[in-house]
């Protein structure tokens, strides 16, 4: 089955670094992505990880282990914007693109 | 880069009425839609991909005949919900992907449905 779990709400303090955990048991595995979302708003792509190790890209880092079916994403000198819903998501065999339950972040002044 | 434009954005119904909500791929081919529904503080629920010119493949659970999607062509989707009811409410939002993207994702706007 199908199964990707985070944590669902985190709050951090501005200026500082939050990590976001992500963990997943899937059909096939096919890459992960991260995505920010704001309510009644399209997901928008933050980073995707299909080989193990970690993507860098500016103040959002991903890191992936396939063999334990484990992701995290990093943000770096947190700001008020980054307020936001954070979905993991698995692309299975096929193209199905799977979402985790989203975390919630709260970045507090 | 690629755009998927999805409408109506918000839309109010009528109890037993049916609404049409069409995604459109601007400048690319979508040979792959996918239609997913979310519910407030929650993630996006797959119900169904569609590859252009095919039959839709539902997830488990989801009522094809309440949920028609028509992929006639590679820039246009469409998701029909049939006699709507007020649990139908939710956040409608469809995916698209093809080679020209590297099978990466892009996604429309999004359409609120209210069924009052």
């Known amino acids: 089955g199908q199964n990707i779990d985070q944590p669902t709400e985190m709050t951090a303090t501005e200026g500082a670094i939050v990590q976001i955990n992500c963990t997943y048991q899937t059909s096939g595995f096919n890459g992960l992505f991260w995505y920010q979302q704001h309510a009644g708003e399209a997901p928008t792509f933050l980073s995707y990880?299909?080989?193990?190790g970690l993507e860098e890209k500016g103040r959002f880092s991903s890191f992936l282990s396939r063999s334990k079916g484990y992701s995290y994403l990093l943000l770096k000198e947190l700001q008020m914007k980054d307020s936001a819903s954070y979905l993991c998501?698995?692309?299975?065999?096929?193209?199905?693109?799977?979402f985790g339950q989203g975390t919630e972040l709260s970045v507090k002044p | 880069g690629a755009v998927v434009s999805q409408h109506p954005s918000r839309v109010i119904c009528k109890s037993g009425t049916s609404v049409k909500i069409e995604c459109r791929s601007l400048d690319f081919q979508a040979t792959t839609m996918f239609w997913y529904r979310q519910f407030p503080k929650k993630s996006l629920m797959l119900m169904a991909t569609?590859?252009?010119?095919?039959?839709?493949?539902?997830e488990q659970g989801v009522e094809k005949d309440k949920f028609l999607i028509n992929h006639a062509s590679l820039t246009l989707s469409t998701l029909t919900v049939t006699s709507a009811h007020p649990e139908d409410s939710s956040f409608y939002i469809c995916?698209?992907?093809?080679?020209?993207?590297?099978?990466?994702?892009?996604f429309g706007s999004g359409t609120r449905l209210t069924v009052v």
């Open positions: 995916s698209a992907t093809d080679r020209s993207l590297n099978y990466g994702y892009t």
């Open positions: 990880n299909v080989l193990d």
């Open positions: 569609s590859n252009e010119g095919s039959k839709a493949t539902y």
């Open positions: 998501a698995v692309r299975e065999q096929g193209g199905k693109l799977i």
